[in-house]
């Protein structure tokens, strides 16, 4: 029998499975055991002091997509690096957090996948996500085009293996050659394929997505794609229309840089329940500007806005939180839809079980925020 006290916050809550506006969470070491309105705690609990009114009550934050942070990077074969990187966005409220790869040389993502695997083991990172490299040359963003490659099946024997089962998602371009080959062996092996870094046509795009294809999240939409146009609709509308059909999540970088907001709102009103807000983050996330790095590249980062010397972006510089805010602030989604598009969306896009919602068995990361969507209180495990 688990002896340990049970612990509650009282709060206004907002998550996918459960809302109130004044609710209780209780939870009892790693795991949430209960989730209820205050009237129903009070009156199971008379005869225990009620707990004072904390804030609004979150999931902990998930973010799929991510390649460091306050100088410290994922791509790299130093643990202590990305163990900087995890505390990083865990201090800032990601208690879930996927380690992003970009693409490299094969040998150097062999390696960065082993030992992200190991964290992954240990439980510091969530698993990791493979950003490149079987990606689109014309729409490489800050991919390093040197190392651009068609699908390679032994290529991703040894990511597959490198990573021990912890790899779960593998950015690809559909339109370069063997690629159905490519992403039926990942899903194959519980790896959630993403299209993204493509220049395809719509149907090519469509067709790669979920049902026809093995394609079921996508790549940071609109980013490392052709613009939305009318008689050329590209990726963007391909996206879309698979995710207002349920066939798609779409990634949205909402750190007020990579999209407009406009755009952002169209995302979330197109596919309501099917947008998964990332960071996108890098090493220079939390810092100054100044020159520092993705990959094999360099980057320097002006004004808060990161680029490689071909002045593509490189990357974001925000928290999820600083996402989440830009959704309902700029965008002008309600609180409960940025949540969810923060959490529960990501954390299923992803394949990511126990996370991303508060609800009795899932584990307790819960972020209390104030009146101003400020972090007041982080807890990952209950702790």
């Known amino acids: 029998m688990n002896r340990e006290p049970q612990t509650r916050l009282r709060g206004r809550i907002v998550a996918a499975s459960n809302s109130f506006e004044d609710g209780v969470v209780t939870f009892r070491g790693e795991r949430i055991v209960a989730v209820e309105s205050f009237a129903s705690w009070a009156g199971a609990h008379p ?128 339109e370069r050659p063997g690629f159905f080959e490519a992403a039926e062996r990942l899903a194959d092996n519980g790896v959630v394929v993403a299209l993204g870094h493509s220049d395809a046509y719509y149907d090519e795009f469509r067709d790669a997505l979920s049902p026809n294809g093995f394609g079921t999240l996508v790549t940071h939409l609109a980013n490392g794609m052709p613009p939305l146009h009318h008689r050329a609709p590209g990726p963007v509308a391909a996206s879309l229309v698979a995710a207002a059909h349920g066939d798609a999540v779409l990634e949205l970088i909402g750190d007020g840089v990579h999209l407009d907001p406009g755009f952002g709102a169209l995302a979330f009103a197109t596919a309501p329940g099917r947008v998964a807000l990332i960071t996108d983050a890098m090493q220079a996330a939390g810092l100054p500007d100044g020159e520092y790095r993705l990959g094999p590249q360099t980057v320097w980062v002006s004004g808060g806005v990161a680029r490689v010397a071909s002045g593509s972006i490189a990357g974001g510089t925000s928290t999820l939180l600083d996402c989440l805010r830009w959704a309902v602030r700029e965008c002008g989604v309600a609180l409960a839809d940025a949540v969810r598009a923060a959490t529960s969306t990501p954390a299923a896009a992803a394949g990511l079980g126990g996370v991303g919602d508060l609800s009795p068995g899932r584990y307790a990361d819960i972020l209390v925020l104030d009146e101003d969507m400020g972090l007041r209180r982080t807890l990952r495990r209950g702790r």
């Open 47 to 174: 005869d225990i002091s009620p707990p004072s009114f904390d804030g609004t009550v979150i999931p902990g934050l998930v973010d799929i997509h991510n390649h460091g942070g306050f100088g410290h990077r994922f791509d790299t074969t130093n643990p202590d690096e990305a163990r900087g990187a995890a505390e990083y966005h865990l201090r800032n409220g990601s208690t879930t957090v996927l380690a992003g790869i970009v693409t490299a040389a094969p040998d150097d993502m062999v390696a960065q996948t082993a030992m992200l695997g190991e964290l992954a083991a240990e439980g510091v990172i969530a698993g990791v996500h493979a950003e490149g490299p079987f990606l689109s040359e014309v729409r490489c963003g800050a991919q390093d085009p040197r190392y651009l490659l068609d699908p390679d099946p032994a290529l991703i024997d040894r990511l597959l293996m490198a990573a021990a089962g912890r790899l779960r998602v593998m950015t690809l371009a559909p």
